[in-house]
Antibody, heavy 118, light 108 residues
Framework: QVQVQESGPGLVRSSEPLSLSCTVS????????WSWVRQTPLKGLEWIGY???????NYNPSFRSRVTISGDRSKDQVSLNVKSVTAADTGTYYC????????????WGPGTVVAVSS | SYVLTQPPSVSVAPGQTANILCGENNIGGRTVHWYQQRPGQAPVLVVYSDSDRPSGIPERFFGSNSGKTASLTITGVEAGDEADYFCQAWDTDTNNYVFGTGTKVTVL
């Protein structure tokens, strides 16, 4: 059974970069679409972007200028990097797998909470 | 940008039927998926491709889509169904996955 676990620093200072990691166990990031989705009090659930087969990427236009998603097939890990955070980035960040051939997410990690301090 | 509007809340007595709407006549023929999110937990897919259920999801969860408005119906509501429910679709205009505003289902 595929399981997902996100990890991150928890607390980040405003204007600093943010790096989150997602580790997949019982499965692989190869030949799958893995997305980052966040949930904030202001905007609710937002799709940030995905990586396919640990390499190809696509981003929500709202995030494209300041985020990068990368993958490490050898570790079955997907990472999210945000260049510079603001208070509006405070929320819970999820790693989720898209069903093959569908636009729905069938496997989610428990999420990692990010708080941005001033 | 494309917005999927949902009613903020729905209240239902145990054993009754809850109906959650998504889109307010602007689904635009898009395929809709539904998620259940209990407090402090990650979303769980309960319906995909308008009306299909993932393995393990009870038949009490039923999805439909008229092309203008999508809906999730929960029959025989139980206390454990109390959660937030979100619809979601792929917006081809912006190549973006869009989530609904969410509906809190309260079991009376």
């Amino acid at each position: 059974q595929v399981q997902v676990q996100e990890s991150g620093p928890g607390l980040v200072r405003s204007s600093e970069p943010l790096s989150l990691s997602c580790t997949v166990s019982g499965g692989s990031i190869s030949n799958s679409y893995w997305s980052w989705v966040r949930q904030t009090p202001l905007k609710g659930l937002e799709w940030i972007g995905y990586i396919y087969d640990g390499a190809g990427t696509n981003y929500n236009p709202s995030f494209r200028s300041r985020v990068t998603i990368s993958g490490d097939r050898s570790k079955d890990q997907v990472s999210l990097n945000v260049k510079s955070v603001t208070a509006a980035d405070t929320g819970t960040y999820y790693c989720a797998r898209k069903i093959s051939g569908k636009a729905a997410f069938d496997i989610w990690g428990p999420g990692t909470v990010v708080a941005v301090s001033s | 940008s494309y917005v999927l509007t949902q009613p903020p809340s729905v209240s239902v007595a145990p054993g009754q039927t809850a109906n959650i709407l998504c889109g307010e006549n602007n689904i635009g023929g898009r395929t809709v998926h539904w998620y259940q999110q209990r407090p402090g937990q990650a979303p769980v897919l309960v319906v995909y491709s308008d009306s299909d259920r993932p393995s393990g999801i009870p038949e009490r969860f039923f999805g439909s889509n008229s092309g203008k408005t999508a809906s999730l119906t929960i029959t025989g509501v139980e206390a454990g169904d109390e959660a937030d429910y979100f619809c979601q679709a792929w917006d081809t205009d912006t190549n973006n996955y869009v989530f609904g505003t969410g509906t809190k289902v309260t079991v009376l």
